[in-house]
């Protein structure tokens, strides 16, 4: 049930079927926004965006909400803070964390993102800095990396729930090295962490107050210039994508005794600048976006080979490098803002049109809702 205030806005809707790609939802406005985070919740993607007002300082918190299946939007105020940070709960409710006023120092509150009737607010408290990576046992895990320093170490915020009430948040320092990369294996409530340390990958275990548990040494042989996680393991075969500066992607597969098998998934010819981690559509299917020097794309690993590559070749423009069809999008260039697992086998890419005046904030909200099963 959704409890928050309904917001009246003003923008125009369209929807547009392309049928060997999915469907897309365009939404624009002459007010200007920024888009924030996404989540699947009740059935219904949620947007989070700040929306402008005309003094282009001030701004309102707006969920949007969307119904793909019925093509029906609803936009809703968020009134109780700004800077929303969806998460889910380890019995599957969303909430977010928001940030609340106060003179002289950040302060979060951790809220139901939606049903909030009769609730009890809870006492403001240190925010919640790091990335949502999901469940293990009865905590909400999440992991921040401060790339700007080489000293300061990881952290891992944990987030204690009991009978679906929050308990306690802690905030641990994980021992180094740092810039580790952070899977969650919910099926055995096991953190798993994978650094690149003196020319080999470090393979640890850690719990959820960031205590090691066990640890190995990978060796591959090879040095890739970015490294994305599909699952990792000591008992079972870990599965690593590794890109190399040339941005061929590899498969490189890690037996419980340290076999290690690589295979050469994809080339698609052009240095890879980021990767972000895996969304799992699917039991062995990935959805992974990365970025270019000129623009962005996706990839889909299903059953540890390619399902589909799409990349955006020109302005508004995505090829699907295995099948070569071109899809116009939009007349500007698009910024991939999230990849949320929708159900099995379905997702939708969330983008927005970058406008060509510098320090301009944006007027174009793009979905694209696609299914591959």
């Not at 939007?73 to 109780?80: A, F, G, K, S, V």
């Not at 204690?160 to 306690?168: A, Q, R």
């Not at 810039?179 to 850690?206: C, E, G, K, M, P």
């Not at 991939?336 to 970058?354: E, H, L, Q, R, T």
Request: aromatic share 12%; charged share 25%; with cysteine.
């Amino acid at each position: 049930m959704i409890t928050l205030k309904k917001a009246n806005m003003s923008l125009n809707e369209q929807h547009i079927d392309f049928p060997t790609l999915g469907l897309l939802t365009v939404l624009t406005t002459l007010d200007e926004f920024d888009i924030k985070e996404a989540i699947y919740c009740q059935e219904k993607l949620v947007i989070s965006a700040n929306f402008y007002h005309k003094n282009g300082m001030s701004y309102n918190v707006i969920y949007i909400v969307i119904d793909l299946d019925k093509k029906s939007i609803h936009y809703y105020h968020e009134l109780d803070g700004i800077l929303p940070l969806f998460f889910v709960s380890p019995t599957g409710k969303d909430y977010v964390s928001i940030t609340v006023y106060h003179p002289d120092k950040d302060l979060d509150i951790i809220l139901p993102l939606f049903d909030r009737e009769n609730l009890t607010y809870p006492k403001p408290k240190r925010p919640i800095v790091g990335n949502f990576m999901g469940i293990c046992h009865n905590f909400s895990i999440f992991h921040n990396v401060d790339i700007f320093s080489d000293t300061k170490p990881d952290k891992l915020i944990a987030v204690e729930f009991k009978n679906d009430d929050i308990k306690k948040t802690y905030i641990n320092k994980i021992p180094f090295p740092k810039d580790n990369t952070l899977f969650i294996d919910s099926l055995n409530n096991q953190i798993h962490l994978i650094a690149y340390v003196d020319n080999v990958w470090l393979h640890r275990q850690i719990d959820e107050m960031g205590r090691e548990l066990q640890s190995r040494n990978i060796n591959i042989g090879k040095r890739f210039s970015l490294i994305c996680v599909l699952n990792l393991s000591f008992i079972y075969t870990s599965n690593i994508l590794g890109i190399d500066e040339k941005g061929k992607f590899y498969l490189i597969s890690v037996s419980p005794e340290e076999k290690i098998e690589q295979n050469l998934l994809f080339d698609i010819e052009r240095q890879i600048y980021s990767i972000w981690e895996p969304v799992k559509i699917a039991a062995e299917t990935f959805v992974i976006r990365f970025t270019y020097e000129l623009g962005n794309g996706w990839i889909t690993i299903q059953n540890n080979k390619i399902a589909e590559v799409f990349f955006q070749e020109s302005i508004g423009c995505y090829i699907n490098l295995l099948t070569k069809e071109v899809f116009k999008l939009s007349t500007k260039k698009l910024i991939i803002s999230d990849i949320v697992k929708i159900k099995d086998d379905n997702y939708a890419v969330v983008f927005y049109g970058k406008e060509e005046e510098r320090h301009a904030n944006n007027k174009e909200l793009i979905i694209l809702n696609r299914n591959i099963g």
